[in-house]
């Protein structure tokens, strides 16, 4: 049962510390995407990654955030320094390109909390 | 600025009758919707998709329309059940290639089935 892993689950962390969040996607897949969830903004795509190179990080602010893919079967997302307003539900999502379907699978998130 | 916009945060339809979830969009050059529901402490799952080539598309007790003219498509579940409780999420994208790609979400309607 192919799934989307990411980890950890859940973090907790006081302002300016560093958080790293990783994913590993379904194996096989190209493209990886991670988004943040909130309650005003919904779903937002923070940025996203076909073959390991990043094609769109618009909407992840520059100074804090940061996403890379090591490898084929790791994306990472890094905050530093984290501040009170980070805290949402990261979602990490992967698919293939070229595929038969525009779906993308989502793995469980990572809930961060930075007091 | 939102190009994909759910204005119900929230539904509560009576077991067995019909649910009707709303989404609207302001890209014209989206012509590829999607659905997708998630249950707390989930990620999102895929649900069903639509082209713009469509109007209708139903797989089982779930239906999308698609109306161009108004940049407007809905979700009809019917009948509902409970196990259909979950935020609902519509997203889009203009489809350029083959596969996943990136999307835009909406906010999400949270779906309460009342028995």
């Known amino acids: 049962d192919a799934r989307v892993t990411q980890t950890p689950r859940d973090k907790v962390t006081e302002m300016g510390q560093e958080v790293t969040m990783r994913c590993q996607p379904i194996l096989g897949h190209n493209t990886v995407f991670w988004y943040r969830q909130t309650m005003m903004q919904g779903l937002e795509l923070l940025a996203y990654f076909r073959n390991r190179a990043p094609l769109d990080d618009s909407g992840m602010p520059k100074d804090r955030f940061s996403a890379e893919m090591p490898d084929a079967t790791l994306a990472t997302l890094k905050i530093q320094p984290s501040e009170p307003r980070d805290s949402a539900v990261y979602f990490c999502?992967?698919?293939?390109?070229?595929?038969?379907?525009?779906?993308?699978?989502f793995g469980p998130g990572t809930r961060l909390t930075v007091l | 600025d939102q190009q994909v916009k759910q204005n119900s945060p929230s539904l509560s339809v009576q077991e067995g009758r019909i649910s009707i979830l709303n989404c609207d969009y302001t890209?014209?050059?989206?012509?590829?919707f999607l659905w997708y529901k998630k249950y707390p402490a989930e990620g999102p799952t895929f649900l069903i998709s639509?082209?713009?080539?469509?109007d209708k598309n139903e797989d089982g007790r779930f239906t999308v329309f698609l109306n161009k003219s108004a940049k407007h498509l809905s979700l009809h579940i019917v009948p509902s059940q409970p196990g259909d409780s979950a935020v609902y999420f519509c997203a889009a994208s203009a489809r350029e290639i083959q596969g996943a790609q990136k999307l835009v979400f909406g906010q999400g309607t949270r779906l309460t089935i009342n028995p």
């Open positions: 999502a992967s698919g293939l390109v070229p595929g038969s379907t525009s779906q993308q699978f």
């Open positions: 890209n014209s050059m989206f012509d590829y």
């Open positions: 639509i082209s713009s080539i469509k």
